[in-house]
């Protein structure tokens, strides 16, 4: 995540967010080939509006933001699911968690390869549940040079982590702290001004 690569643990909540278009297009352009953007992908946990209003319509505002951008753009919220109890009596540390947005993702990752609907997928996480999905795209390509995956991740101060499958390693989209400041989104979605 670029909040804990690029800021520090008090820094405002909505540090750290990315639009993803611009982030997207990044990507494109840092290719050595010439690449058309087809497509962005966002998957992610939807907060629920009765155990969380606030963050429910945070979640929608920036979801509604990143699909103004473009059509292109398209995003994939699943519920989060919430510690029994929440938020009145949970064990301490419990936090709300995303589920099955990893098994979303690479089922889509690889049915996408399946039907020819990109050359290149690029994977953007550091979820090492996603490498059966990376794992499959080259044995779905059969020798050919498409469809191929690739993957993004954050270079920051003490973190420089991506998802690796030992010796055969995607090409990797490294994103540093410079890019960060070109991708950043510093919108606060829990302001309902913004509705």
Not at 19 to 46: C, M, N, T, W
Not at 79 to 108: C, F, M, N, Q, T
Request: glycine share 8%.
């Amino acid at each position: 995540m670029p909040g804990s690569a690029f800021h520090s643990r008090w820094s405002p909540h909505f540090e750290g967010q990315i639009d993803p278009l611009k982030l997207a297009e990044h990507i494109a352009a840092d290719s050595p080939f010439d690449r058309e953007l087809a497509q962005v992908r966002v998957y992610r946990g939807l907060p629920d509006g009765s155990k969380d209003p606030k963050g429910c319509s945070a979640a929608r505002r920036q979801i509604a933001a990143w699909q103004a951008l473009d059509p292109r753009v398209l995003v994939f919220p699943r519920p989060l699911s919430y510690p029994h109890g929440w938020p009145d009596s949970h064990k301490p540390g419990e936090k709300p968690r995303e589920k099955g947005i990893d098994v979303s993702l690479a089922i889509d990752f690889a049915v996408l390869a399946v039907t020819r609907q990109y050359d290149v997928g690029v994977l953007m996480s550091t979820d090492t549940d996603l490498k059966p999905a990376l794992e499959a795209i080259p044995l779905l390509a059969a020798g050919r040079a498409f469809p191929r995956a690739e993957v993004a991740a954050w270079s920051g101060e003490g973190q420089r982590r991506r998802i690796s499958l030992g010796g055969n390693k995607p090409y990797c989209h490294w994103l540093d702290k410079t890019t960060y400041s070109v991708v950043c989104d510093h919108t606060d979605y829990s302001d309902s001004a913004l509705s």
